[in-house]
């Protein structure tokens, strides 16, 4: 009698719940899209172009790209510098450093626009932008160049400067190429996140895309001229990826060899070390000094009377509630995707990982606007309702979501799964009892990174958010829009301890991965 056997499908192979979470997923990103296009068919060729080819429109390209240009590349060298200064010389405290320049991720960009307004009520333009977007996303460049840094081969380095080259020469030559990747990402997201950006510039009164789409949407409630700026806004955006992805080119960039990896020989700064220490410090009080000192200061002069407790615990309810929601959807959307991505190599795979990371440069206001429009005309009774506000959310922040889910996928090892299978599990007791087990800590980060993502969310929420809504995000923005910045400051410091732990695990995430 021959023995029997036991078939299991592939562990490659989506299954059918898989195939139709992902394709379902695959849809809802391409409605933003959507309702670009069917806003220029339904409004006409001709009408589209007389709503785009105006002077208005011009005048936010230059603010917005203006913006962009001057910004981009002035965080890039100060994330780069800062992280070379940590990384590779002996200045003083080094451990705080690194700390303390990737905590000004915990402050939104909005909180520092009220800030250094609080301090200079005059500051508007384009200059004013630049400053308060550097002191906000800095961080985004340092943290992937000091990650690059510690986990390049320092023999390099030290071979250049022994054969006569000078430090600041070894880095031009040697270092900075090996930084193009962490430089191009760096400089990609904090472009992305310059073109949706909406509280910060509304607050010093400087005119952008998505400042112009609000208050269009306010005094129209997305008519066509809203909707033709938003198209612009997402070419701009797909400029960017086909910028970012022509730069990158097809170079790769390694580390030859095995053996312990082992530190940098630091250089001595000696006399240097002076002017390098107040450089740092006046990094860190622009960046962390100035809104602490500026909220500290309303508390103050609000006193007692700012801590309302009762509107402040509900607004803290709110968005811990939603935030809480739409990280355990945000995640669990997130599975299915990253299997399919880390499991297959189909052209499927890759189209359902791109579409949402696609997503995920497009700005909130366009995503908001096509939801807005998408419930008023085939869902009306879903206009306004915290299911679509959290279905925003989705859609904003899966990516976050999917990059660190991605990442712990493919650390799972196939044979477990296999194993498992073969001794007669299902794919579904599979999934609990090995994937979700080695996952796990992968999708924590997720998790977090989606919450604290939403909690400080500003745009989507004003537009999407149904009547009694009060989020923190919300109440601080009616208080600042109404120059009560006393009444602001409790909102503010909120926010901010909310996002603390995320920017700290993000930190010791960073230094986990360059230490592998």
């Known amino acids: 009698m021959a023995p029997s056997t036991v078939t299991t499908p592939p562990v490659g192979r989506p299954g059918a719940v898989v195939t139709g979470v992902a394709l379902l997923l695959m849809a809802a990103t391409f409605v933003p899209l959507g309702y670009i296009v069917s806003t220029i068919f339904s409004i006409g060729i001709d009408r589209a172009a007389d709503l785009v080819f105006r002077p208005r429109v011009g005048d936010l390209l230059r603010n917005t790209l203006g913006v962009v240009v001057c910004t981009a590349p002035i965080c890039v060298a100060l994330g780069i510098g800062l ?22 991720l915990a402050v939104p960009a909005f909180v520092d ?9 005059t500051m508007h333009g384009l ?48 270092v900075l190429p090996q930084l193009r990747l962490a430089v191009l990402g760096g400089g990609l997201l904090i472009a992305l996140h310059l073109l949706a950006e909406y509280g910060a510039f509304a607050l010093i ?11 269009q949407y306010q005094s129209s409630f997305a008519g066509p001229a809203g909707s033709m700026l938003a198209g612009v806004l997402v070419l701009c955006c797909f400029a960017l990826l086909g910028v970012d992805a022509g730069l990158r080119g097809r170079g790769r960039y390694a580390r030859v060899g095995g053996g312990t990896q082992r530190s940098a020989t630091r250089i001595r700064l ?18 962390l000094g100035v809104p602490l000192w500026t909220i500290g200061r309303w508390l103050h002069i609000g006193g007692a009377a700012v801590w309302n407790l009762g509107e402040i615990g509900h607004a803290l309810r709110q968005t811990l509630g939603l935030a809480t929601v739409a990280a355990l959807l945000a995640t669990a959307c997130a599975f299915p995707v990253a299997w399919i991505a880390v499991r297959s190599a189909s052209v499927f795979a890759r189209l359902v990982e791109g579409a949402n990371y696609v997503t995920s440069a497009l700005p909130g206001i366009v ?15 879903l206009y306004q309702t915290a299911s679509m506000v959290i279905a925003a959310y989705v859609l904003l922040f899966l990516p976050r979501a999917l990059v660190a889910v991605r990442a712990g996928f493919a650390q ?62 919300m109440r601080f923005w009616a208080f600042s829009g109404e120059l009560d910045y006393a009444a602001a400051a409790p909102y503010a410091l909120i926010m ?8 700290y695990l993000l930190f010791n995430r960073s230094r986990a991965v360059a230490g592998a």
Do not use: Q
């Open 83 to 104: 992280a070379w200064v940590v990384e590779r010389t002996d200045v003083p405290g080094k451990s705080w450093w690194g700390p303390l320049f990737v905590a000004p």
């Open 113 to 121: 626009s009220y800030a250094w307004i609080s301090l200079f009520p």
């Open 127 to 174: 200059w004013a932008g630049v400053l308060i977007s550097t002191m906000s996303y800095f961080p985004l460049a340092y943290l992937p160049a000091a990650a690059t840094l510690r986990r390049l081969d320092p023999a390099v380095e030290e071979s250049a400067r022994a054969l006569g080259s000078g430090p600041v020469a070894a880095f031009i030559r040697i």
């Open 205 to 215: 009164r400087f005119d952008t895309f998505t400042t112009a789409i609000f208050e």
């Open 270 to 287: 000696g006399i240097g070390v002076f002017p390098v220490l107040v450089v740092l410090a006046g990094v860190t009080v622009a960046a």
């Open 367 to 381: 995503i908001a606007l096509a939801m807005v429009t998408v419930t008023i005309r085939w869902a009306p009774p």
């Open 412 to 473: 799972v090892p196939v044979g477990l799964e296999e194993a498992s299978r073969s001794l007669g599990k299902s794919a579904l007791a599979t999934f609990f009892l090995v994937t979700l087990r080695l996952t796990a800590p992968a999708a924590a980060a997720a998790g977090a990174l989606v919450f604290v993502a939403v909690a400080t969310e500003l745009t989507a929420t004003l537009l999407l958010a149904p009547l009694g809504t009060r989020t923190l995000a």
């Open 496 to 503: 901010i301890v909310v996002s603390v732990p995320v920017t």
